[in-house]
């Protein structure tokens, strides 16, 4: 294969992730404004096995077609947003729709840095992968102890810093694998909920953080 077929379907693949990434993102945003009002845990354990076993399903909706696989995407994110409602809810009180706002639009540039970083530094960042799911497992760990043994100021604030860290690896990751992988729906959709989920995660480390930080609590 030839370069310009090379660039060809490279630049095709990055149209359908920035297609179904504008999709999952105001799918998640519509959702969230939704489920703010959720205070039931009923519901919440609910949309938590949604969103578990969702992710699930829209790999398996991809696989079966294009069509079913964008109308699993939109569910998943949808209940996604949902899912975080009362979350978000939470941070919007505790430091205000400005600081959201900002801090939003900076955890996209930081995406859109590492995404350009990623895929045309031509550094192979895949070799991050297996560190950063180390990395991961850790943090969760941390994350479960917190929600039992309340975590002190300053491991709170470290957290959300190491967080920040290894889902900005993700990113870059996840743009490396999309500039180097075959151009198919089946990698698109892959690629898309990876991205999605490095961006949800960040965002809601960048505003933990911000709290943290500024001591703001509701």
Known sequence: M???????????????????????????AAGAYMGQGITS??????????????????????????????FAL????????????P????YVASIGPNAILVTTLGS?????ACGAIGALSGINFSRLGNFLMIALLGLIVVGIWGIFVPLSHTVNIAYCIIGI???????LVDFFRLANSENTWDAAFDLTMNIF??????????????????????
């Open 41 to 70: 845990i009923g519901a919440m354990i609910g949309l938590g096995l949604l969103f578990f076993f969702g992710s699930f399903g829209v790999r398996i909706a991809a696989k079966s077609s294009v069509n079913a696989g964008v």
């Open 108 to 112: 996209a540039g930081l995406m859109a």
């Open 2 to 28: 030839n370069n310009p077929s090379v660039s060809l379907s490279k630049g095709s693949l990055f149209s359908k992730v920035s297609l179904l990434l504008t999709i999952s993102f105001a799918l998640s």
């Open 165 to 171: 860290v290894i889902f900005t690896g993700f990113f």
């Open 197 to 218: 989920l490095d961006f949800i995660n960040v965002l809601l480390l960048v505003w933990r953080l911000y709290e943290a930080l500024t001591g703001s609590k509701k």
């Open 74 to 85: 939109g569910a998943w994110t949808f209940v996604t947003g949902l899912f975080l409602g």
């Open 87 to 90: 979350t978000v809810h939470h």
